[in-house]
């Protein structure tokens, strides 16, 4: 079945590293900030990615790993709660870390940067990584697509709670287009007609779905070792077109890294969703 949905159909899957995710993330509140106060644009060349792979990479073994994983837990604490308590001990969970070693990435957090704490106690500021997830596959879906179509997706209590942002999305009239790497970019007006939100058990597209991610992050977990796979990992890989399959994971080619990113204009993307949907 994956060989002919691949073969016959216009698909993509998209597999991502949650705790890469949370570091860019990391990045996006307790770090950036502090930068953008300074008139520096922590997003130039997607230096931020380079960053968030450094950290997720020799974090665990440059800084310690419990002590990392703490200031992990830490953050997704602060986020959530925005309390005072909840953003002190973020703080000092920062100072128990050899911070000085890599001073970019931790020393807002460590000198308690204001500019950071507050971002990070901004009411709707959350680590939920759906909405960042759907933004990467609209937008490859809008290359893929000839015209106007419309999404489909499973009874998920994350992407309901995006759905009016979506539908935003969607009413957006004005023309405008930014790069994001190389090979992608954002442009409204959406191509993108109506998102819905169905029974699973109501709709084939969405249960073949659920059967082409299961073999994509089974031969992904094969491939990494994580576990033993039940289907040969390089044979389903080799299913994939190139344009058919994307990923958020972390990479140590930084030149590599600089030369896919170059040019982005990641902080001029987050400027506009912020001022033209969130509200």
């Known amino acids: 079945m994956q060989r002919v949905v691949l073969a016959q159909h216009k698909c993509v899957t998209y597999v991502c590293d949650k705790r890469y995710l949370l570091l860019l993330m990391f990045l996006d509140y307790a770090v950036e900030p502090f930068y953008y106060e300074r008139g520096l644009d922590f997003y130039d060349d997607g230096q931020n990615y380079s960053l968030a792979s450094l950290l997720y990479t020799v974090g665990p073994t440059l800084l310690g790993k419990q002590a990392f994983d703490a ?5 997704q604490r602060a986020v959530k709660e925005k309390s005072q308590d909840a953003l002190h001990e973020l703080v000092l969970a ?3 870390l050899k911070w000085r070693e890599l001073p970019e990435a931790l020393g807002p957090l460590a000198q308690a940067s204001p500019e950071c704490l507050s ?6 500021v959350t680590t939920d990584v759906a909405l960042v997830v759907l933004q990467s596959l ?3 879906m809008e290359v893929m697509a000839d015209g106007a179509y419309r999404v489909e997706h499973d009874q998920s209590k994350n992407l309901l709670t995006y759905h009016a942002l979506l539908q935003r999305y969607i009413d957006h009239e004005q023309e405008v287009e930014f790069k994001q790497t190389q090979i992608a970019s954002i442009k409204f007006p959406l191509k993108l007609s109506s998102v819905t939100q169905v029974d699973s058990k109501a709709s084939p597209a969405v249960q073949v779905a659920d059967v082409m991610i299961g073999a994509a992050i089974e031969a992904a977990n094969g491939l990494t070792s994580l576990r033993t796979p039940l289907l040969d990992p390089k044979a389903v890989m080799s299913l ?5 399959f994307i990923h958020m994971v972390p990479s140590i080619d930084f030149a590599e890294q600089k030369r896919f990113r170059q040019g982005t204009q990641a902080g001029q993307v987050i400027d506009y969703i912020a001022s033209n949907f969130h509200r």
Not at 119 to 124: D, F, N, S, V
Not at 240 to 244: H, T
């Open 71 to 75: 200031l992990l837990a830490a953050f």
């Open 94 to 96: 920062a100072r128990r």
């Open 119 to 124: 971002a990070i106690a901004t009411p709707g």
């Open 138 to 140: 609209i937008s490859r």
């Open 240 to 244: 994939y077109a190139e344009d058919q």
